[in-house]
Structures are given as C-alpha cells and as structure tokens.
C-alpha cells in the first residue's frame, strides 16, 4: 500500500502518550505521509515541531475559523513566516464554520480572505474547512464557493512553477451539485470517515461520481473514526478504510485507489 493522510491533527493531547506508536502502526499500514494542519497561531507553531522531528510529517499553517476570535495584528506576518517553512506544504485549515458560529461571520470571511491572499504569495495551496448549520441551511458552503470563485478570478498562478493548484475542501461533505462546482472551480475534495457510515448515501454518491484524479482521503484525527473503528480515537493508520471504501464504491482495487489518492496528494503539494 502506498497511502497518505492529508489531514491528521497530530498535536492534539489525544496523541501525547504515544505518537511514536502511532506513526509506527501508520507506517506499518503503507502510510508515507501524513499532512498535520494548524487551526491557529499556536498549533501552527506545534505542527512546525512536529514536521522537524518526524521525517512521515509535513504540515500546514492557518487559523480555523472557530478560532477566528484571536485573529490579530500579528497573526498574518507570523503565519507568512512560518509557511515559507519547506516542509510547509499547504495553507490551512481555513474556511467557513456557521455549524458552531463560534466568530462573528464577517470577521470568519476576513480571516479567510486574508489566508487565501498569503497562500497565493507564498505558491501553495490551501486546506479549507466548511461546516453548514445544517442539512437544509446550505449557506455555509455555499458562501466559501463564492469566496473561492472570487479569489480564484482575482489570482495570479502563473508564478507558481507548479502551476493551478488552488487547494482542497477538506472532509467535504457537500452533495453532488456542490461537488461539482468545488471540482470545476479546480479544488480536490477531501474523503473521511464519514464515507464508511451508513447514512452517508449523499457522500458515497460523490466518490462515485467525482473523477478519481480529485479525490484526496484523509483521517482528520482524533476525529471522525470510521465505523469500524467508531468511539475510538482515530488515527493515520486508519486512512486504510476510508480506501477501501472507496475501492468497493468505485469498483476499483484498494491498492490502486491508494496509489491514486497518494499520487493526488503529489501533485497538490509537492513535497519536498
Ligand atoms: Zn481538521
């Protein structure tokens, strides 16, 4: 196997007695490398240590909008610092969250604004989080695509010797018209365990329907374990299933969709 884990909270109290083991049984697994975002100046600080300690680790830096609250003056020269880190590979996660509403939205759509500007002039791409109020109150998601759409118009990609590589919407959990629109404004779409539970029809209906090219799976540990690992922390190694579940909805052999995600992963954020 030949798995990545684009998205894995490392830094978390979850992991502190025994990370070793962790990226032990990750490894074990076929796991090469495990994306560690920030979710705000601190942890974006954290992930920086992680990522200098542990060659299976590269990271992102950005702050979450439930942590839009402690957004200051400072904040963007620090993160504009630490993204020219060179196993720095993505700005993120960053985004839109009207679920917990924990930052007035105003200041939540600043924020974001401001971190798309920094990862277009530092070259990478972004790592976005968006989260509905609920199942019928679209706005949420729908408000990030417009935000995108709009920077995407104003952006300049032509430095970037990688070329058009604008991000990922991370454990995407939109239906198949807002796929759709993600993956025709040029964004991958983040797979998580949610993919595994039964009420997931709407999600397994994307994986089915988006071309494989942008798929991108992901744990986002310690959270959303899959089923068969439900109320227990998830972790990197658990990347695994969520590959398997897409094999068995896409009619494909779990070896190569893992080659193929991995290989998305490459192209997105070019590790060093
Ligand atoms: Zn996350």
């Known amino acids: 196997m030949n798995l990545t884990d684009t998205h894995c909270h490392l830094y978390f109290k979850d992991y502190?007695?025994?990370?070793?083991?962790?990226?032990?049984?990750?490894?074990?697994?076929?796991?090469?490398?495990?994306?560690?975002?920030g979710i705000d100046q601190e942890t974006s600080l954290e992930v920086i240590a992680l990522i200098e300690h542990y060659d299976l680790l590269y990271g992102a830096v950005g702050v979450h909008p439930n942590s839009g609250n402690n957004w200051n003056e400072t904040t963007l020269p620090v993160l504009t610092e630490l993204a020219s880190h060179p196993k720095v590979v993505a700005v993120g996660e960053i985004g839109l969250d009207y679920y917990r509403d924990r930052t007035p939205r105003e200041l939540q759509k600043r924020i974001l604004k401001d971190q798309l500007d920094l990862a277009r002039e530092s070259e990478i791409p972004v790592i976005l989080h968006a989260r509905n109020r609920s199942e019928t109150d679209r706005s949420c998601l729908e408000d990030l695509l417009d935000i995108l759409e709009n920077w995407l118009e104003a952006a300049d990609f032509t430095t970037d010797p990688a070329g058009f590589r604008p991000g990922v919407i991370h454990s995407f959990s939109g239906n198949l018209q807002e796929s759709q629109r993600a993956v025709k404004a040029g964004f991958c779409?983040?797979?998580?365990?949610p993919v595994t539970y039964r009420n997931a029809s709407t999600l397994r209906e994307v994986v089915r329907e988006t071309e494989i090219d942008r798929l991108l799976v992901e744990t986002d540990g310690p959270f959303l374990s899959p089923q068969a690992k439900r109320g227990k922390r998830n972790e990197p190694a658990h990347v695994r299933y969520i590959v398997d579940k897409i094999g068995e909805e896409t009619g494909q052999q779990p070896a190569w969709i893992a080659d193929q995600t991995s290989a998305?992963?490459?192209?997105?954020?070019?590790?060093?």
Do not use: K, M, S, Y
């Open 189 to 193: 779409l983040g797979i998580t365990g």
């Open 264 to 272: 998305n992963a490459d192209r997105l954020f070019i590790w060093e």
């Open 16 to 37: 502190h007695g025994d990370l070793d083991q962790v990226l032990d049984r990750a490894r074990q697994q076929g796991v090469r490398r495990v994306l560690v975002p």
